[in-house]
């Protein structure tokens, strides 16, 4: 199952091809960024965040264009809440200003505060960015042969990886059934698969941030995870922050 931040990716570098241009992900960064090539050919880099549910996830430090280490230009807000995914394009310098005054705000109500840490940016805050491709130098609207041309390509790119790993993933799982428990956590935007063994106490991340990891306990992977995301120390109890792959989501300290 894909997670969040690659369908919100995934969306943006569509509709930038459905606005005249083209983008492609760079792989330099954990920020998230894309080059997006406008239609006169220039091209700059923007930082995508997305979401499903609540706010976006941002950083306190990102309140300084010295801690961006995609030297990004633009962000792009994903909303995937609605029928159709929403698009908020704002300036890098318009962003670290609006967080700055946030920071500001809320160091003040408590001179102990640092500054760093996760910073939760609601809808109202980018609302006026809504569509403004113009920005990105693309056209302000969509070309229909042009999105038609990308739904296709997208399509086509689903099919062909299903006919690639399809097959070979049905023997697989026909040979070897796995005993673990399957959970599940939502974090800063990420999705993350696991598997959870009741008899030693390990888990392995098998989807999102840190695939491949195996942890001697859930707090372990937890906070090693979050850390890894977040780009600050985190703490996080695992038998609360990993879930049971199951409709009622119980928290995993209820196996215990």
């Not at 894909?2 to 330099?28: K, N, P, W, Y």
């Not at 960024?33 to 995508?48: K, L, N």
């Not at 113009?134 to 399509?155: F, I």
């Not at 977040?230 to 049971?244: A, H, I, K, N």
Request: proline share 4%; net charge negative.
């Amino acid at each position: 199952m894909e997670d969040v931040s690659e369908q919100g990716i995934r969306a943006f570098v569509t509709a930038v091809v459905m606005h005249g241009g083209r983008a492609e992900r760079l792989a330099t960064s954990r920020r998230n960024p894309v080059r997006v090539w406008a239609v006169d050919g220039t091209s700059c880099v923007v930082r995508v965040r997305t979401k499903a549910t609540g706010d976006w996830k941002a950083r306190r430090q990102d309140e300084s264009l010295e801690t961006d280490d995609t030297d990004s230009s633009f962000w792009v807000f994903v909303d995937l809440a609605q029928s159709e995914p929403a698009f908020f394009i704002v300036s890098s310098e318009e962003m670290a200003t609006d967080i700055r005054g946030e920071v500001d705000l809320w160091v003040q109500d408590s001179p102990l505060r640092t500054r760093t840490g996760h910073h939760a940016i609601a809808v109202g805050r980018v609302q006026h960015a809504r569509d403004k491709w113009a920005l990105l130098g693309l056209n302000p609207t969509v070309d229909p042969a042009l999105a038609e041309a990308a739904r296709t390509a997208s399509e086509q790119s689903v099919r062909t990886a299903v006919r690639r790993t399809g097959k070979k993933k049905a023997i697989a799982e026909e040979e070897f059934v796995d005993p673990r428990v399957r959970v599940v956590a939502d974090f800063d935007g990420y999705r993350l698969c696991a598997r959870f063994d009741p008899a030693t106490g390990r888990l392995e991340i098998m989807q999102g941030p840190m695939q491949g990891r195996r942890f001697e306990d859930p707090t372990e992977a937890a906070s090693a995870v979050a850390t890894h995301i977040s780009g600050d120390v985190e703490v996080r109890d695992g038998w609360t922050f990993w879930e049971l792959e199951t409709p009622e989501r119980l928290p995993l300290g209820s196996l215990r």
